[in-house]
């Protein structure tokens, strides 16, 4: 192919055109959530979803996906489908007021975290975790162990060994950031080199 | 990046949408909140939705080509830092994007398939060539000028994994519209060659930048109902005056030619007067026949048959794809 581009020119001639067939059903990835942390302090929060073949692959793409610039500290990743979700209420209704106290009759504990939406159209936000033997019950536990201040339309929970978390030796992935400065808009002033320019052409 | 190109096909109110959940979805987005993939909605709004974001994404993604191509040869090693950041920015908004698509019902796999395999379209500028750095600065100065004129209007839509996706990337493009301008702030302060590259820039780009919000309203299909739900934010037209009034002033005050004598702003009506683009020529490209659709497409595709054996190696039974929450 007679390009343009040099990069181009170099691929090797391959018959695309009869190469290409469509995509196989499976030839997809699995699904993860990306939570970030941006400042200490502040809660984790969701910033979208990504495809990859394993957590860990996940973890390293959400890095490069999620925080290129502005601040973060943290971040974690969970598969979408260890993801509990709750039903989705309407102006005044408290999802929680749907989620009856059931008493956790013990079982298997184990640690789940817990994230609430506080309106629609904006993330889920991380409140803290708890212990209980289901993902319903975690639920249930929350409404006890954390209530919420404001109004809540929908709440996740995940089991806290289904997250990939940054680990302590990983926290200085995003101590380059500050360096990045060519990826910020304050790093591209052009006014004095127009104002001199005008100047010029008067 | 994105133009107004996207085209919208058989916007007819559909007959079997229950009209209770009608009017509980379009009070929803009366009241100015956002619809989630959870919530119903028409089934016309999410094939229109669906649409409109994939080719959203594919722009992003063939966007990055033509500005991609001069990375190894952008003068200096600041311009290419920067240039490198800013590709790879583009390439990150189609991930997001292709993610809100996929809360709709439309695997990524697919979306893939019907790009590469000639069935989506995407915005019609990246089917031209960029001979020179000055095209690359044109790119990244005022093509992405008009894909934030678009992508501000469209992040105040109704559906909230698109509108969430948008600020996220309406961010990163602040940096790439003051990095454009710094470029040709630079090449119209320099030498006399410089200015006129940008100049033979402006002179190739200007027809497909006026394409780039898609066809004037006197031709183009109208639709209420996408106005309405807030899938379509504005009219074509509008959104090209939109562009006209903040850039072609900045233009001008690098002392830039704009090559359309009848290019001039109706003080009475605020309107941008200019000479009609030649639309024959638009669908021309968008149907496949431009100077570069054919590159554009084989480097997809070379792209996708290159990565065929990783994404082998990396397939696990194990792994279930399921669609993004939110
Ligand atoms: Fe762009
Ligand atoms: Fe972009
Ligand atoms: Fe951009």
Redesign the pocket.
């Known amino acids: 192919m007679k390009s343009l581009d040099p990069r181009v020119n170099r691929l090797p001639e391959i018959d695309i055109e009869n190469s290409v067939s469509r995509k196989d059903p499976l030839d997809q990835l699995g699904t993860y959530e990306v939570f970030v942390q941006p400042k200490e302090g502040k809660p984790f929060q969701h910033e979208g979803a990504l495809h990859a073949s394993d957590r860990e692959m996940a973890f390293v793409l959400a890095k490069e996906s999620f925080t290129r610039r502005f601040q973060c500290i943290s971040l974690f990743v969970v598969r979408t489908t260890n993801v509990f979700v709750s039903d989705t209420t309407e102006d005044s209704e408290s999802v929680y007021d749907r989620i009856k106290g059931d008493v956790d009759k013990g079982g298997n504990q184990q640690s789940y975290e817990i994230f609430n939406l506080y309106k629609r159209g904006k993330q889920h936000v991380h409140i803290g975790s708890v212990s209980a033997s289901s993902p319903e019950l975690a639920m249930a536990a929350a409404k006890n162990k954390l209530p919420p201040s404001k109004t809540v339309y929908n709440i996740w929970t995940v089991k806290t060994s289904d997250i990939r978390f940054t680990q302590p030796d990983e926290m200085d992935l995003w101590n380059t950031l500050p360096d990045k400065k060519f990826r910020d808009a304050s790093d591209y002033k052009g006014g004095d080199k127009l104002k001199e320019f005008l100047e010029r052409s008067k | 990046?994105y133009g107004g190109g996207t085209t919208f096909e058989g916007i007819k109110a559909e007959k079997k949408d229950d009209p209770v959940k009608l009017a509980e979805f379009e009070a929803r987005i009366e009241r100015g909140e956002k619809i989630e993939p959870t919530d119903w909605m028409p089934a016309l709004y999410r094939k229109q939705l669906i649409r409109m974001i994939e080719q959203h994404a594919h722009s992003?993604i063939i966007g990055a080509l033509p500005e991609g191509t001069w990375i190894t040869r952008a003068p200096g090693f600041k311009r290419k830092m920067a240039l490198m950041a800013k590709v790879q920015?583009?390439v990150g908004?189609a991930q997001l994007l292709y993610s809100a698509a996929e809360t709709l019902g439309k695997s990524r796999e697919e979306m893939i398939d019907d790009l590469i395999n000639g069935k989506s379209k995407y915005s019609n500028i990246f089917n031209y060539p960029t001979f020179t750095w000055a095209d690359c600065c044109f790119i990244s100065w005022l093509v992405d000028a008009g894909?934030i004129v678009n992508q501000l209007a469209n992040a105040k839509g109704s559906y909230g994994p698109y509108c969430r996706a948008l600020d996220r990337?309406c961010a990163e493009?602040s940096f790439h519209l003051k990095y454009g301008h710094h470029c040709v702030i630079y090449l119209a302060a320099g030498t006399e060659i410089q200015r006129q590259m940008f100049q033979d820039a402006l002179n190739r780009w200007w027809p497909p930048m006026m394409h780039f919000f898609g066809p004037s309203d006197k031709i183009s299909v109208h639709s209420d109902t996408l106005m309405k739900w807030k899938v379509k934010m504005g009219s074509n037209d509008d959104m090209r005056n939109q562009f006209l009034d903040m850039y072609v002033p900045k233009i001008r005050e690098l002392g830039f030619v704009i090559p359309d004598p009848k290019l001039n702003k109706n003080e009475e009506t605020g309107r941008w007067e200019y000479t009609e683009p030649d639309w024959e020529e638009f669908k021309r490209v968008i149907n496949g026949d431009g100077p570069c659709n054919k590159e554009r497409l084989a480097v997809r595709r070379t792209a996708e048959e290159r990565g065929r054996w990783v994404r082998e190696a990396l397939r696990s039974p194990k792994t279930v794809y399921q669609m993004p929450l939110a």
């Open positions: 990046m992003e920015d583009e908004h894909a990337i493009e």
